[in-house]
């Protein structure tokens, strides 16, 4: 059964663009399924604990799948961090999240990985507007803590412009390597981006 062509989307309006499979050359197809092998065979040989996590959420129920997600990611590290490390790490990947579905436009992109010394924490969301600190509100529980913990807890916080996912290792901090991560950034919006040491 023969395709002949697919849908894909300007990512610039969205307008669907229509691409023929039979125009594209066999040399570019090849090259194509090479990556596609080699990216398979780096996964493989990849420690399990430094190939990320990403996911999309949105809403309060977001906010509870995030929390697992940051829950089991630490649950598969080896060695494991220790169940501070672990409480520390769902903390900030909640408070994270609950701001950017509470400020940010109700959804969120997260993701985790790890290194031999360090989790990385990154939350992304459609809102351009940095996170602000403010005083907590003690008299009727509106929050005005997530922040601060956040700041207290990593031992780095940065806020980038765009949303950014990592699809690759993350780089250490402080060592000033480059990792072979790969980073897609999307022009709107931004990412928190929060390391903890492991």
């Given at each position: 059964?023969?395709?002949?062509?697919?849908?894909?989307?300007?990512s610039?309006?969205?307008?669907?663009?229509?691409?023929?499979?039979?125009?594209?050359?066999?040399?570019?197809?090849?090259?194509?399924?090479?990556?596609?092998?080699?990216?398979?065979?780096?996964?493989?040989?990849?420690?399990?604990e430094?190939?990320?996590?990403?996911?999309?959420?949105?809403?309060?129920?977001?906010?509870?799948?995030?929390?697992?997600?940051?829950?089991?990611?630490?649950?598969?590290?080896?060695?494991?961090?220790?169940?501070?490390?672990?409480?520390?790490?769902?903390?900030?990947?909640?408070?994270?999240?609950?701001?950017?579905?509470?400020?940010?436009?109700?959804?969120?992109?997260?993701?985790?990985?790890?290194?031999?010394?360090?989790?990385?924490?990154?939350?992304?969301?459609?809102?351009?507007?940095?996170?602000?600190?403010?005083?907590?509100?003690?008299?009727?529980?509106?929050?005005?803590?997530?922040?601060?913990?956040?700041?207290?807890?990593?031992?780095?916080?940065?806020?980038?412009?765009?949303?950014?996912?990592?699809?690759?290792?993350?780089?250490?901090?402080?060592?000033?390597?480059?990792?072979?991560?790969?980073?897609?950034?999307?022009?709107?919006?931004?990412t928190?981006?929060?390391?903890?040491?492991?």
């Amino acid at each position: 059964m023969p395709f002949t062509s697919r849908n894909t989307h300007d990512s610039t309006d969205r307008k669907p663009l229509t691409k023929q499979k039979s125009d594209e050359p066999a040399a570019v197809r090849a090259d194509r399924t090479d990556r596609r092998a080699s990216r398979a065979e780096l996964i493989r040989r990849t420690p399990p604990e430094q190939c990320p996590e990403t996911i999309r959420g949105r809403g309060t129920a977001g906010v509870v799948r995030a929390r697992k997600a940051a829950r089991a990611f630490a649950d598969r590290l080896s060695p494991a961090p220790a169940p501070d490390t672990t409480d520390s790490l769902v903390l900030v990947v909640s408070e994270l999240v609950t701001n950017a579905v509470r400020h940010g436009g109700g959804r969120y992109t997260l993701a985790l990985s790890a290194s031999s010394e360090t989790l990385t924490v990154a939350v992304g969301d459609p809102s351009p507007e940095r996170p602000h600190p403010r005083a907590p509100d003690t008299a009727d529980g509106g929050g005005g803590f997530g922040w601060h913990l956040v700041r207290m807890l990593a031992q780095e916080v940065t806020v980038l412009p765009g949303q950014v996912v990592l699809t690759g290792p993350a780089p250490r901090p402080g060592t000033g390597t480059r990792s072979h991560a790969r980073v897609r950034r999307t022009a709107r919006g931004k990412t928190i981006r929060a390391v903890l040491p492991r």
